[in-house]
Structures are given as structure tokens and as C-alpha cells.
């Protein structure tokens, strides 16, 4: 499924005045998680915080539905992020497994892995939080193909999901697996969801009985999403009782609301918008690694999971020597320099370099460089031979190409103004459709197009974005629903490879099986990847204070792998009354090492050690 708005695809309480704390707790065995992770704490109101605090945040994002169990896209998920707790979440410091619901988990072979629940968790309603709703929730998605849209790659490998008593899950795979199973996926209250009719069809837009920060309040199509503050979260009710997306309909609105002071937090600046922010009163800006790729998908020619074709992709795509082709006429260096000017890294495949262990080494033997020569060449040799107009030409018919390009998106128009005639250079004609985003989301999930522009943000561990690229998770409709995948593609060979990659518990040997995996994807060309754009952010720093990288080095706010971004924030007026400073970005991230080790004055609340994973 196209991902250009999840696409998908994301991603705090009260603070203690202390001049650094640094906690290390002894290292457990090598697939377990007693006590071993230390987390950040979310902040207590303070009385001095105002009842009517609300931050609001710019947005544009499509919304396809607030069910976990379906949403894919970029927007939907980020907030449904804070809405339902997973089993083990992703930390703050590095994106590691962590502490969700469950407190603590070990396993022995990598087969069988088992949880235990924190004490006294409850959900929304006041309702008890049991592992019966972690059965509940992994069993619908093993069982029900409708509920496996969003996430059903990631129970592929499960044999059993059981609860021997209320604080106890026990997963049993059916091969071993590294990534830790109980992350990345939503964990639903089953009293509310066991008693909804069609539960596939359940939008799930307003009084949402969830157990994250956040409890989504209500959604109004176009116009706002509100999450109000959920007391009974396991870290304390977050001191900012309430978040407001706000809709405007260009980026230029967006920044020029956060300049008014309409909204509070505005992501996904390009950099000429973030240089006028630069040194505005009240307003601070922020640069970090982003988890997002950016690509231009490629209709290799769209097939149903049972080998039935669909949508209206041209014929020559499906010729792998012509998507080559393209690639070499596609200067992404350039793009890269001139759009976004500089502001990130050339990508070489869907996992970026922020998750260096994994990415595609940019010195990789498959990778090519910007060569239009050699894509006229292999245009010549697949027998595309140029007309007398330039274009050329095969069996009577033109080598024309749909590209669909946001109107309202800068970036995606700019590119296009560069792509247009780097195509035209090598005989390709490149009729550019400018639409709505809304209008590509559903052109691109049903098939209609050649080309257009897609990216995902992708999860600490790859395996999440491996397998939405798996013969068996594509489309079972011809309308190109009841799958989820990154850009249609299907290979036996990755496939087996990925089976490989998710068994290897020798970190190093998966690498390599990964590495593997994305040049195989990278030669057969279903995308072109451009960048990895750092995700570039601006607030209202005279209003709100205490935001969380994720990373903790270099990271974002917005759009992470977890809920860290807002949790911790909280307004001016309430972090001077608790005696802060207003710390910067990043500045209240507790550190975890090695060893036994506290460092600083006060310790306001140690919680349990944890390790997590994440494309979307």
C-alpha cells in the first residue's frame, strides 16, 4: 500500500529539577528482559499548569481509519501510537525493546517467549488490563484476514498465543525468531472489541478506551483529531491534558499558523521554511535523523496475493532492464541537494541510516550512480528505439509514463521539475498528473499509476518493512485491498531470505542476510529510493517545553518509533513553577549503560529496563 502519508507508517510527565542522572542496571542473558532497561517517567501535573493547556499540531495527513488492526498511513498511526499501549515497547534512547505492558520477558531458544505483566494496569474505562486482551488482540489478527491488514506480517511466524494465568503471555512460534514478537503491534481492550459486529469495518474515530498517554477523543474529517489525557496510563496522566490536530491545507499555512500562534508544533518542513523560522520570537526549530524514506514507487505490474492482476500500470514496467533504466537517469544527488537542499542522505534502499546496522552500505557492489549514457544504453539493448519526437518507441508504442505529483506538496512538484527532463533525455515522456494527496492515496492503492511518490517510517528492527515486501503480503482484492504492501513487489528469492533473516539469532549473519535482501530489491527495482530527509520540526517554545528525542542523539520529536515525543512535554508556565528552565530538546533524556552507576542529585522514578522494534 502507498505510504507517501503513512504512509507510513507514528511515532512525558513530570520532570525532576537535577543536574543529571545516569542509571545502569546489570545485564540479563542475551534474550531477556528482567530489570534491565531504565525508562523516562511521565510528568505529574503541576497545580500551577493550566486545566485548559492544549498543544495543537499543523497537519495534512490522511486519515484512513483509527482501527489498529487496518490503518496504515502516516497520521492514523502516529497517534494510535499513543493511544494503545504494545506488549514492549520501543525506547526513547536508542529504539531498543522496552517495558510496555508487559514488564519483563525471557526466552530460551527464540521459539518460545514469555511476558509478564506489569501490576495494576487498566485500561481507559477502569477496566483491568489481563493478558487475555493480548490473546485476544495477536488471535484476531492470526485468524481473521481482515484484521491482519496492518500488521499481519508480523504473526506470520506464531503457532499459539496463550494466557496461562492473568499477568502471563506465552507466544510459541513456529520457528525461532529474533525480533522480540511483542513489538510493534496495538494491543486492543477485547471487552469493547469482542462486542462490535464487524470489527474490520470499525473506524474507532471518537471515545476511544485505549491505555497509551493519549485517549483519541474525537476525529472530524478534514477539520481536527483531538486526544485528551488518559489518567490511568501506566507512567501517570501526561501534564498536557490535551492534543489538537488541526488541518490546513498547504504546508505555507502551517507555518504561518505556528507563526500567529494558532498551533504549537508544526513537522515535515521543507528546508526553505525552516531557515524563515530560524530566530523567530518564540519559536525554536529542530533538525533531527529522521526513520523516513522517500522514494518514487514504480507500477512493476500489480498482482493480487493469488497471481490476478490489477490496475492500470504500463506495460513496460514490468520490464526490469527499463526500471533499471530509470534509475540511472535519475539524479538523486542532485534532488537531494536542490530540494531538499542537503538536508539529509542519498538513500540506497527502504531502511534508512539512521538504523545503520541494517541499511544498505551506500559503497555496496549494486549500487549505481547517476549514468544517462548507461540507461539510454539499456533502453537500446531492451529494444526501446527513439522517434523521430525523442521518444522512444516499442512495437508501435510510446515509452510514456504517468507520474502522479501532489499539487500542494513542494518537494513533490520540484522533483518533478527536475525528473521531467531527465527522462526526456533518455526517451522517456513523463506526463505529470497533479492532483490531491487524497486523490494518489487511492490511485496508488488501486493501481492507477506508473509512478508516483512514496515512503514509509520504518521501525528500529526491519523486520516490519521486510516482510510488507513478501509475495504473501500483497493485495487479496483487485481493488487493491486486504494486504499491505510497500510497492507491489514479489519475489521468491527475497522471500526465502526473509525467512532466513527472521530465524538468525546471530546478530551479525542477520545483518548479512538483510544487506542481502535489500540489493536483491534494490537490482529488481520496484522503487527508486531519493533520500533520507532529516524530519525537520519547529514549536512554540514560549508555550510548551520537555519534548524527548528518539533517538536520544540527534533525534525527532514528531513521527517516532513510540510515544516519547509528547509525553514528556508540558507547558512554560508549569515547568518555571516546578522550578525548570525550560530545557531544550533532548536535555531530559535519561541515559542507560552498562553497570551499576548514579550519577546526579535526586532520582524522581526509576522504572524497569526494556528493549523495542518498529515501516511502520
Known amino acids: 500500500?502507498?505510504?507517501?502519508?503513512?504512509?507510513?507508517?507514528?511515532?512525558?510527565?513530570?520532570?525532576?529539577?537535577?543536574?543529571?542522572?545516569?542509571?545502569?542496571?546489570?545485564?540479563?542473558?542475551?534474550?531477556?528482559?528482567?530489570?534491565?532497561?531504565?525508562?523516562?517517567?511521565?510528568?505529574?501535573?503541576?497545580?500551577?499548569?493550566?486545566?485548559?493547556?492544549?498543544?495543537?499540531?499543523?497537519?495534512?495527513?490522511?486519515?484512513?481509519?483509527?482501527?489498529?488492526?487496518?490503518?496504515?498511513?502516516?497520521?492514523?498511526?502516529?497517534?494510535?501510537?499513543?493511544?494503545?499501549?504494545?506488549?514492549?515497547?520501543?525506547?526513547?534512547?536508542?529504539?531498543?525493546?522496552?517495558?510496555?505492558?508487559?514488564?519483563?520477558?525471557?526466552?530460551?531458544?527464540?521459539?518460545?517467549?514469555?511476558?509478564?505483566?506489569?501490576?495494576?494496569?487498566?485500561?481507559?474505562?477502569?477496566?483491568?488490563?489481563?493478558?487475555?486482551?493480548?490473546?485476544?488482540?495477536?488471535?484476531?489478527?492470526?485468524?481473521?484476514?481482515?484484521?491482519?491488514?496492518?500488521?499481519?506480517?508480523?504473526?506470520?511466524?506464531?503457532?499459539?498465543?496463550?494466557?496461562?494465568?492473568?499477568?502471563?503471555?506465552?507466544?510459541?512460534?513456529?520457528?525461532?525468531?529474533?525480533?522480540?514478537?511483542?513489538?510493534?503491534?496495538?494491543?486492543?481492550?477485547?471487552?469493547?472489541?469482542?462486542?462490535?459486529?464487524?470489527?474490520?469495518?470499525?473506524?474507532?474515530?471518537?471515545?476511544?478506551?485505549?491505555?497509551?498517554?493519549?485517549?483519541?477523543?474525537?476525529?472530524?474529517?478534514?477539520?481536527?483529531?483531538?486526544?485528551?489525557?488518559?489518567?490511568?496510563?501506566?507512567?501517570?496522566?501526561?501534564?498536557?491534558?490535551?492534543?489538537?490536530?488541526?488541518?490546513?491545507?498547504?504546508?505555507?499555512?502551517?507555518?504561518?499558523?505556528?507563526?500567529?500562534?494558532?498551533?504549537?508544533?508544526?513537522?515535515?518542513?521543507?528546508?526553505?521554511?525552516?531557515?524563515?523560522?530560524?530566530?523567530?520570537?518564540?519559536?525554536?526549530?529542530?533538525?533531527?535523523?529522521?526513520?523516513?524514506?522517500?522514494?518514487?514507487?514504480?507500477?512493476?505490474?500489480?498482482?493480487?496475493?493469488?497471481?490476478?492482476?490489477?490496475?492500470?500500470?504500463?506495460?513496460?514496467?514490468?520490464?526490469?532492464?527499463?526500471?533499471?533504466?530509470l534509475r540511472l537517469g535519475t539524479d538523486t544527488k542532485t534532488l537531494l541537494d536542490k530540494v531538499l537542499d542537503g538536508q539529509g542522505v542519498q538513500a540506497t534502499s527502504f531502511i534508512p541510516t539512521s538504523f545503520s546496522k541494517w541499511t544498505l552500505p551506500a559503497d555496496d557492489d549494486v549500487i549505481v550512480e547517476y549514468d544517462p549514457e548507461a540507461a539510454k544504453q539499456k533502453l537500446d539493448d531492451a529494444g526501446w528505439v527513439v522517434g523521430a519526437d525523442g521518444v522512444r518507441e516499442k512495437g508501435g508504442v510510446k515509452l510514456e509514463l504517468r507520474l502522479l505529483v501532489d499539487a500542494e506538496d513542494i518537494q513533490e512538484v520540484s522533483i518533478a521539475e527536475y525528473f521531467v527532463p531527465w527522462m526526456e533525455e533518455i526517451g522517456v515522456k513523463i506526463n505529470v498528473e497533479s492532483t490531491d494527496s487524497d486523490t494518489i492515496s487511492a490511485k496508488a492503492v488501486s493501481g492507477d499509476y506508473d509512478i508516483y511518490f512514496s515512503g514509509w517510517s520504518v521501525n528500529p528492527d526491519p523486520d516490519y518493512q521486510l516482510g510488507i515486501n513478501l509475495c504473501t503480503t500483497l493485495p487479496t482484492g483487485t481493488d487493491g485491498s486486504g494486504g499491505t504492501s510497500q510497492d507491489g513487489y514479489c519475489s521468491p528469492e527475497f522471500d526465502a531470505l526473509y525467512e532466513e533473516q527472521r530465524a538468525e539469532l546471530d546478530e551479525s549473519k542477520r545483518q548479512e542476510i538483510v544487506h542481502e535482501m535489500l540489493a536483491l530489491n534494490y537490482t529488481d527495482t520496484a522503487q527508486i529510493g531519493t533520500w533520507y530527509a532529516n524530519s525537520l520540526e519547529a514549536y512554540r517554545s514560549d508555550r510548551f517545553t520537555g519534548f524527548t528525542l528518539q533517538p536520544k542523539d540527534g533525534g525527532i520529536i514528531a513521527s517516532q518509533a513510540g510515544y516519547w515525543g509528547f509525553l514528556t512535554m508540558e507547558p512554560v508556565d508549569a515547568a518555571s513553577a516546578d522550578g525548570g528552565d525550560g530545557a531544550p530538546v533532548g536535555m531530559i533524556v535519561v541515559g542507560v549503560v552498562a553497570g551499576v552507576l548514579i550519577i546526579g542529585i535526586v532520582v524522581f522514578l526509576l522504572l524497569r529496563r526494556r528493549r523495542s522494534a518498529d515501516i511502520e
Open 1 to 325: 500500500m502507498p505510504v507517501s502519508h503513512r504512509k507510513r507508517p507514528l511515532r512525558r510527565a513530570a520532570f525532576l529539577s537535577i543536574a543529571a542522572l545516569l542509571i545502569v542496571a546489570p545485564a540479563g542473558a542475551a534474550q531477556a528482559a528482567d530489570s534491565s532497561v531504565a525508562a523516562l517517567q511521565a510528568p505529574t501535573e503541576s497545580t500551577s499548569s493550566p486545566e485548559s493547556a492544549t498543544f495543537r499540531i499543523a497537519t495534512s495527513g490522511f486519515v484512513d481509519s483509527f482501527n489498529p488492526f487496518v490503518s496504515i498511513y502516516l497520521t492514523p498511526t502516529n497517534i494510535l501510537r499513543y493511544v494503545y499501549e504494545y506488549l514492549v515497547q520501543n525506547d526513547a534512547e536508542d529504539g531498543s525493546p522496552t517495558k510496555g505492558l508487559a514488564d519483563s520477558w525471557e526466552t530460551e531458544d527464540g521459539t518460545t517467549w514469555t511476558y509478564t505483566l506489569q501490576d495494576d494496569l487498566k485500561w481507559s474505562d477502569d477496566e483491568p488490563i489481563t493478558a487475555e486482551d493480548v490473546v485476544y488482540t495477536y488471535t484476531q489478527m492470526m485468524e481473521v484476514p481482515e484484521l491482519a491488514v496492518a500488521n499481519g506480517n508480523l504473526v506470520t511466524n506464531f503457532e499459539s498465543v496463550e494466557a496461562p494465568d492473568e499477568k502471563t503471555v506465552v507466544i510459541t512460534l513456529k520457528g525461532p525468531q529474533a525480533t522480540n514478537p511483542g513489538l510493534e503491534i496495538p494491543v486492543v481492550p477485547k471487552h469493547i472489541w469482542e462486542a462490535i459486529d464487524s470489527p474490520s469495518e470499525f473506524v474507532n474515530d471518537a471515545d476511544v478506551v485505549g491505555s497509551g498517554p493519549y485517549l483519541l477523543e474525537s476525529y472530524e474529517a478534514n477539520q481536527q483529531i483531538t486526544l485528551k489525557a488518559n489518567p490511568n496510563f501506566w507512567m501517570g496522566e501526561p501534564a498536557v491534558k490535551r492534543i489538537q490536530y488541526v488541518y490546513y491545507t498547504n504546508s505555507d499555512a502551517q507555518v504561518q499558523a505556528l507563526r500567529s500562534g494558532e498551533v504549537d508544533f508544526v513537522s515535515g518542513l521543507t528546508p526553505t521554511q525552516y531557515d524563515a523560522l530560524e530566530g523567530t520570537d518564540g519559536v525554536t526549530v529542530h533538525s533531527g535523523e529522521g526513520r523516513r524514506y522517500h522514494s518514487f514507487s514504480l507500477n512493476v505490474g500489480l498482482i493480487t496475493r493469488d497471481g490476478v492482476p490489477y490496475g492500470s500500470g504500463n506495460e513496460a514496467l514490468k520490464d526490469v532492464e527499463v526500471r533499471q533504466a
